[in-house]
């Protein structure tokens, strides 16, 4: 009768160990999950900031480029909003060197700062120097 007894205690001992290591299994995937899908998602939110910083900048030379004594200080655009600082710049056939930080809408944690250096001439702009910082 001993024999039957310890038969049942090793059977039912040998479910519930397989089930806490497959029940620890299982939380550790799911951590290591949910960080894999906020790094994925950290990244992504990190390019689109970059692809908005860009476009800040470019709207920037744009009107530079129209108007050689532009010197607003931020705008928004639908992804985010600009911020611009002029290091240099003026009227004529000068060198600017300017730093355009974005911040989207979506991702406020995180922001894109681009440094451009460019000469604006009577013939349009010659770019130096487009560095992300």
């Given at each position: 009768m001993k024999e039957n007894n310890s038969k049942g205690f090793i059977a039912i001992s040998s479910v519930v160990?397989?089930?806490?290591?497959?029940?620890?299994?299982t939380?550790?995937?799911?951590y290591n999950a949910i960080g894999e899908a906020q790094s994925g998602l950290a990244v992504y939110q990190g390019e689109q900031n970059f692809h908005g910083a860009e476009g800040c900048v470019e709207d920037v030379m744009l009107k530079i480029r129209s108007n050689s004594t532009y010197n607003s200080t931020s705008f928004t655009r639908p992804e985010?909003?600009?911020t611009?600082?002029?290091?240099?710049g003026g009227g004529g056939p000068i060198n600017w060197d300017l730093t355009v930080t974005f911040q989207s809408v979506v991702s406020t944690a995180m922001t894109r700062r681009i440094n451009v250096l460019f000469t604006r001439g009577t013939s349009g702009i010659t770019l130096t120097s487009w560095n992300e910082i």
């Open positions: 160990i397989i089930l806490a290591v497959i029940l620890g299994l939380l550790v995937m799911s985010g909003s600009c611009i600082f002029y290091n240099a």
